[in-house]
């Protein structure tokens, strides 16, 4: 299926040496190098590969032989990035899509059939929300949502038909959590597919597999690329299943290109440091906040004050990059507020080196009627910050200026 055998740590740049901290993971997995013995790995901007001869064809395309074949099956480079992840993870195997939602997408629908039922968290990506409400009921397949702060609830939307429970934790915007575990043992129980949207936390901070979960989804897009530059996702997990994704996404396109694949694999070598930065800023920006006067609520998964702390602390090794919080007097101050930002950037993305302010109801999650914001836990004056990499104290006095 893949094609990883110019994938995993090349013994000629690692003399052998079997290592599996994280950061040596993300720097050292790389493809083989090829005979000009390149120190970084080239890219492979090639559609198409050749084969020796026609029983080399049909072999190949039989898959009695792991190689590439076609960059929107296989590509180096999207295989070591893949491979990647997958190691980070603790997974057996992924593929790489075109973007975050490409990868939801792709994952839901290789593995849903008509007349399946999914179980998520009501607090989803609106873009996600929409798969479940306009497109999804199309193909006779159905969804209920769980309160995220009602988990016990879970076990009585199961039907006999209920084939994924599906959660995104940290959620988006909210930023509430959820047990993993227990979803995990929840799964079991009900012989369920479940899936983590791993976004927010992406694999330095929380590995869903350890407990319990089938699939992981990354959206690419955001923090493991972390400079705002290309479009990526990625699921990674249990073989049988992504052989099935992976079929699925053969046949309808949303690979992820070459060159995107490479970015994102030279992104992952520095994910761990930058990460780190972002999460000390981001608990610095929370609790200044929480300080403020003009602030109602601020919710962050390492403040004391979250209602989801202990968990947080449980499964997450730090609290992430996104902050969000509610200002007192409502969406109209909430607009004053962003348009009165100097140096944050105003934009509808996340997980970038620059610090970004998004009001969710007016932009992410604007699909989303009244009702099922409300239902989502997303007030109309929610506000969510992704702390950037500026120095965190030239952050908190643009938030404190626009504030007062």
């Not at 791993?198 to 694999?203: D, L």
């Amino acid at each position: 299926m893949e094609n990883l055998q110019a994938t995993g740590i090349d013994e000629n740049d690692c003399n052998g040496y079997s290592e599996e901290h994280f950061e040596t993971i993300a720097v050292r997995t790389q493809s083989a190098r090829t005979q000009f013995q390149e120190h970084s790995v080239p890219l492979y901007l090639t559609s198409s590969y050749i084969f020796e001869d026609s029983e080399d064809m049909r072999a190949s395309f039989a898959e009695e032989k792991d190689r590439n074949i076609y960059s929107r099956f296989t590509n180096p480079n999207t295989s070591e990035f893949v491979e990647k992840i997958a190691r980070m993870e603790g997974a057996e195997t992924g593929y790489a899509f075109a973007t975050g939602m490409a990868a939801v997408f792709s994952t839901l629908a290789a593995l849903l059939n008509s007349g399946d039922h999914i179980v998520s968290a009501r607090s989803v990506f609106g873009s996600t929300h929409g798969l479940f409400t306009r497109y999804f009921p199309k193909w006779n397949i159905s969804h209920s949502y769980f309160d995220v702060n009602k988990p016990e609830t879970i076990e009585d939307l199961i039907k006999p038909e209920t084939k994924i429970l599906f959660a995104e934790s940290p959620t988006n915007p909210g930023v509430d959590i959820l047990d993993l575990e227990f979803l995990g043992q929840i799964a079991k129980k009900h012989h369920l597919i479940l899936i983590i949207d791993n976004c927010f936390a992406t694999p330095y901070i929380q590995n869903p597999i350890k407990f319990g979960a089938d699939l992981v989804i990354h959206s690419a897009t955001k923090l493991i690329d972390g400079q705002g530059r290309v479009l990526g996702g990625v699921t990674v997990g249990r073989e049988d299943l992504i052989r099935e994704i992976y079929l699925f996404s053969r046949n309808t396109g949303p690979a992820l290109s070459p060159f995107n694949a490479w970015v994102l694999s030279k992104s992952l070598e520095t994910l761990a440091v930058r990460l780190d930065r972002h999460c000390e800023n981001a608990l610095k920006v929370a609790e200044f906040l929480e300080a403020n006067k003009n602030i109602e609520q601020v919710k962050y998964p390492f403040l004391k004050s979250h209602p989801q702390y202990d968990i947080a602390k449980r499964q997450m090794k730090l609290g992430g990059n996104v902050v969000a919080f509610q200002i007192k007097g409502g969406v109209e101050a909430g607009r004053k507020f962003i348009d009165k930002l100097l140096l944050c950037s105003r934009s509808a993305n996340l997980g970038d080196t620059r610090t970004i302010v998004t009001h969710p109801a007016s932009t992410t999650h604007s699909k989303l009627s009244h009702d099922e914001l409300s239902s989502a836990g997303i007030a109309e004056g929610l506000v969510r910050v992704s702390v950037g990499l500026e120095n965190v104290d030239d952050v908190i006095k643009d938030l404190k200026q626009a504030l007062e």
